[in-house]
């Protein structure tokens, strides 16, 4: 059973990034999909980048295409989310995500995704 844990939140101003990082440990992550997910205070969970076993097949949702950027480490075990211009709306808790379906492809549904980590913070402040 793989466990996934997330680091790299904090608080940051307006405009600043941030870097997230997701770690596998238990058994390799590099055999499927990978999603990042965040649920703000008072919110449901909402897609914000996935990518798939290899690196060929990312996406992102709208709201933070163009800001954020999905990339993985298969050697190392590892998913990266690098956030960009951060705005207060991205104030959230932030989770990554496994998905068993087919690794090809990435996937944007909460439902597509099997095992989830603990989440990290990030606060934005205006």
């Known amino acids: 059973q793989v466990q996934l844990v997330e680091s790299g939140g904090g608080l940051v101003q307006a405009g600043g990034s941030l870097r997230l990082s997701c770690a596998g440990s238990?058994?390799?992550?590099?055999?499927?999909?990978m999603g990042w997910f965040r649920q703000a205070p008072g919110k449901g969970r909402e897609f914000v980048g996935c990518i798939n076993w290899n690196g060929g097949n990312i996406g992102y949702a709208d709201s933070v295409r163009g800001r954020f950027t999905i990339s993985r480490d298969n050697d190392a075990n590892t998913v990266t989310l690098r956030m960009n211009s951060l705005k207060a709306e991205d104030t959230a808790v932030y989770y990554c995500?496994?998905?068993?379906?087919?690794?090809?492809?990435?996937?944007?549904?909460?439902?597509?995704?099997?095992?989830w980590g603990q989440g990290t913070q990030v606060t934005v402040s205006s």
């Open positions: 995500a496994e998905s068993r379906l087919y690794a090809a492809t990435c996937y944007r549904a909460i439902e597509d995704y099997d095992t």
């Open positions: 238990g058994r390799t992550l590099n055999l499927y999909s």
